[in-house]
């Protein structure tokens, strides 16, 4: 196995699954290149059963779980200190030009909570089949089922509030 | 499982959502920062088994010494101390050297160059997996640098010494151009061949259009530190102050073109590593 020919291949693609799920570049550039060095260092635990693909996607999500916990703590302790804005999420360059809808949801990905979130990606976006995505979130088939049908509902009633808000319905 | 429409709006949306890429730039640093610590750690493996290796072999040594001295315990009555282990050489230590700036005799080190060779240093230290903490100027051609992190100490020193020094000659062997002459953009790019040509750039463009126009057809040569890295044959005259080169660590190469030859030569005062 080659490491730099693994990187080339599989770089853009645990980079847009961690840009979905962080929702900021800087964190998700980060986490690919941990990502990448974690695998590295974990090769020898690797098993063939999986694609490399789905170990990597495997690996990027618990590296960005641990991202944000790290940073929670640390927000939790400058907040002891300081009142603060809440932190607005940007929106990364490449979804200004999509549709209204497309924004809203990218927004409203971010405020999934972290089993929603990365079942909408890898099932929803990522378009991976069921078996794959049982694969990297270690659930079953089933499970991947219901659980992305409850995301899509949540994502469906917040767009709707969104609209009435805006008073487009 | 039904979806409300609402929902299957949902669906269809997410499935054309737009997909991100790296931009060619990070995607490049990234693939750079990922081989050097790769080779870092495989580096690191094998000063280990060296490291193990060479105490094998003394203990061996020494265990042949003292049996014929007759000192081991149970054959003389003497006892052994002091450990035969060596140290692993890649940990987390602390780090600091003095280097003396070695200009050419008659001149002294200039204030430019003082501030290049802290740079160059800086960098490499970066490059070397170290994190500098501080950096001083003791007298005008000395620098001392604390430093930490995880690292081969011998490595770490080889890698503030090496010149880095980059030569383009003719056929002749006279030198044309240095690392001076180049900017520090170097970067790796992909042809169709998948090969991983390096891309780099003179200062001035025309010193690369009077080589490329003097030596057109003949084969001329780039070395690294005096070892000899390739020696393509000149199709044409190269107008714009780019040449793109074939060589065999691509990524290395880079990292060492940008992180800029040292002004000078640099001797270590003191060093040390615990």
């Known amino acids: 196995m080659e490491w730099t020919d693994v990187y080339e291949e599989h770089a853009d693609n645990v980079f847009r699954f961690l840009m979905y799920f962080l929702g900021n570049r800087e964190d998700a550039e980060d986490v690919t290149q941990e990502t990448f060095l974690k695998a590295f260092h974990k090769q020898d635990s690797y098993k063939q059963q999986a694609s490399i693909r789905t170990w990597l996607i495997i690996i990027a999500r618990h590296q960005a779980i641990d991202r944000v916990r790290r940073k929670q703590r640390g927000k939790l302790l400058h907040n002891l200190f300081r009142r603060e804005q809440p932190e607005q999420i940007a929106l990364p360059e490449e979804m200004l030009f999509q549709s209204e809808t497309k924004r809203e949801l990218y927004l409203e990905i971010q405020n999934l909570k972290p089993d929603y979130r990365a079942v909408v990606i890898l099932k929803g976006i990522q378009e991976l089949t069921n078996q794959e995505v049982a694969d990297i979130l270690g659930w079953s088939e089933g499970k991947v089922r219901v659980t992305f049908h409850r995301a899509i509902k949540s994502l469906g009633g917040k767009l709707m509030k969104e609209a009435e808000a805006y008073g487009m319905v | ?274």
């Open chain 2, 1 to 274: 499982m039904e979806w409300s429409s609402e929902e299957r709006k949902v669906v269809e949306e997410l499935g054309e959502m737009p997909t991100f890429r790296l931009s060619p730039e990070k995607r490049m640093t990234m693939r750079g920062a990922v081989q050097h610590r790769m080779q870092q750690a495989s580096r690191r493996r094998f000063t280990l088994i060296a490291g193990g290796a060479a105490s094998v072999a003394l203990a061996v040594v020494l265990t042949v010494g003292l049996w014929q001295s007759g000192s081991l315990p149970g054959i003389g009555g003497g006892s052994v101390t002091g450990g035969l282990g060596q140290p692993s050489h890649s940990q987390e230590m602390t780090f600091v050297a003095e280097f003396q700036i070695k200009s050419a005799p008659g001149e002294t080190v200039s204030e430019e160059g003082l501030h290049a060779t802290v740079a160059a240093l800086k960098k490499r230290a970066e490059v070397a997996g170290l994190i500098p903490w501080e950096m001083q100027t003791i007298s005008p051609d000395r620098v001392k640098i604390w430093s930490g992190g995880t690292f081969d100490r011998d490595l770490v020193v080889q890698m503030f010494l090496q010149e880095a020094k980059i030569e383009f000659k003719s056929p002749e062997g006279e030198v044309l151009a240095n690392g001076r002459d180049l900017k520090s953009n170097a970067r790796m790019m992909f042809d169709q061949a998948g090969q991983r040509p390096v891309l780099i750039e003179f200062k001035d463009a025309a010193l690369l259009r009077d080589i490329t126009s003097a030596y057109r057809g003949q084969q001329v040569s780039i070395w690294l530190d005096g070892v000899l890295l390739a020696s393509p044959t000149i199709q044409e005259e190269l107008l714009n102050g780019q040449v793109a080169l074939a060589v065999p660590e691509p990524a290395q190469m880079v990292s060492l073109i940008n992180a800029g030859a040292l002004p000078y030569e640099l001797e270590v005062v003191q060093q040390t590593a615990q």
